[in-house]
C-alpha cells in the first residue's frame, strides 16, 4: 500500500499575520501582508482535474526543481521567491499576476499535435507548417498563449486578441514574450547539458511596482515536457514514440481508461502501482534535470515540519 499519510495531500495551516488563503490545483497558498507561502502539495492534476490520490515525493519534486531554474535565470528575469525554508515550500513577493499563461512550444506534441492531427495549422494564431509529424522541431519556437482560468479549463487565446481586449497592456505583453522566449532558450540550454530536450513549457508573469516578475514553477515535469536527447532523431526518423520526462503519460494513462475531464466521464481508480510509478517518475526528472540525487524528506510529521520551517523564515524575513 501506498502511506498516503506520508504524502501532503492539503493544508489548511492559520499563520501569524495571515490574510487569505488560496487552494490550488497543487499549491495551496498563503498570504501574509506583502508576501505568499506557497506549500507544494503532492496533489496532482491532469485536464484540469485533480486526481483523487497524491503522489509521494511530488511536492518536494517541483518546488526543488522551479527553484533550482528560478535561481539559474534570475540574471533575464526577476522572480517571486525569496527563500525555500522547507523542500515543499517557497516564501516571496506576492505580484499582481497577468491572467495569461504563456506557452512555447519547441516542437509539435502534445495539444499542440492533437490539433494539428484534427486538421488545424494554426495555434493561437500561429502558423504551424504543413508536412510536420508528431515530434518534430518547429523551425523556430512558437509561443501560444492560453487564459489562466479561475476555474475550469484554460483556454487558447492569440496575441492580437489579448493586447485587443486589453486583458495584458501592451507593453507589458511585449517583455512577457521577450521573456518567454529567453527563458526558453536558457531552460534548453541546461536541459541539453543534461541529455534532454525541453520541449515545451509554461511561464506566468506578474508585476510588482512597474516590474515584470515570473511567478509560481518553471521547467517542472507539471509545467513542461523533455524527451531524451539520446535516440531523438533515430526515434523520429523510425516513427517511433519519444522517450519522454513529463506529465503526458499520466494523460495517456488517463485517456487510455476514457477520461479526459469531459462532462460525464468517470475518474478512474489509481492502484498502487501507478502512484508509486508516478513518484519515480517524477524523481527521476528531478535527478536527471538537475544532475543531483533526490534528497528524500523526512515523511513523518511533514504538516508540523512544515508549519514549523514557515514559522521560523518568517521571522527573519
Known amino acids: 500500500m501506498v502511506p498516503e499519510q506520508h504524502a501532503i495531500k492539503e493544508t489548511h495551516f492559520q499563520f501569524p499575520g495571515q490574510t487569505g488563503f488560496y487552494l490550488g490545483k497543487v499549491r495551496d497558498v498563503y498570504r501574509i501582508g506583502e ?5 507544494a502539495t503532492d496533489r496532482i492534476s491532469a485536464f484540469d482535474h485533480i486526481l483523487p490520490r497524491p503522489i509521494p515525493f511530488k511536492g518536494q519534486v517541483l518546488n526543488q526543481t522551479a527553484a533550482h531554474f528560478l535561481r539559474a535565470t534570475e540574471d533575464i528575469v526577476h522572480n517571486w ?18 491572467r495569461v499563461e504563456m506557452v512555447i512550444r519547441g516542437y509539435l506534441a502534445g495539444h499542440a499535435w492533437r490539433m494539428y492531427q484534427a486538421g488545424h495549422r494554426t495555434l493561437c494564431g500561429v502558423p504551424m507548417p504543413d508536412g510536420m509529424r508528431e515530434n518534430d522541431p518547429f523551425p523556430e519556437p512558437i509561443i501560444t498563449p492560453s487564459t489562466k482560468a479561475a476555474e475550469g479549463h484554460d483556454e487558447d487565446i492569440s496575441r492580437e486578441a489579448i493586447l485587443a481586449s486589453g486583458l495584458v497592456p501592451e507593453a507589458d505583453y511585449l517583455e512577457m514574450e521577450a521573456y518567454t522566449r ?13 541529455g534532454l530536450i525541453l520541449v515545451d513549457t509554461k511561464y506566468e508573469f506578474g508585476k510588482r511596482g512597474e516590474k515584470v516578475f515570473v511567478i509560481d514553477e518553471i521547467h517542472t515535469p507539471d509545467s513542461s515536457r523533455y524527451f531524451y536527447l539520446d535516440g531523438y532523431a533515430e ?6 514514440r519519444q522517450k519522454q520526462l513529463s506529465k503526458e503519460f499520466v494523460r495517456e494513462w488517463l485517456m487510455e481508461r476514457d477520461f479526459q475531464g469531459k462532462e460525464g466521464q468517470v475518474m478512474p481508480d489509481m492502484p498502487d502501482a501507478f502512484v508509486w510509478d508516478v513518484s519515480l517518475r517524477y ?3 528531478y535527478e536527471k534535470i538537475t544532475g543531483m540525487p533526490l534528497q528524500k524528506r523526512d515523511t513523518r510529521y511533514m504538516q508540523e515540519q512544515v508549519y514549523h520551517n514557515v514559522l521560523e523564515s518568517l521571522r527573519s524575513l
Open 235 to 240: 526515434r523520429q526518423e523510425r516513427g517511433e
Open 81 to 98: 521567491v525569496l527563500v525555500c525554508p522547507d523542500p515543499n515550500v517557497a516564501i516571496g513577493y506576492a505580484c499582481e499576476p497577468f
Open 283 to 285: 524523481i527521476q526528472l
Open 182 to 194: 529567453k527563458l526558453f532558450t536558457r531552460g534548453s540550454e541546461i536541459a541539453a547539458g543534461q
Open 35 to 39: 508576501l505568499l507561502v506557497m506549500v
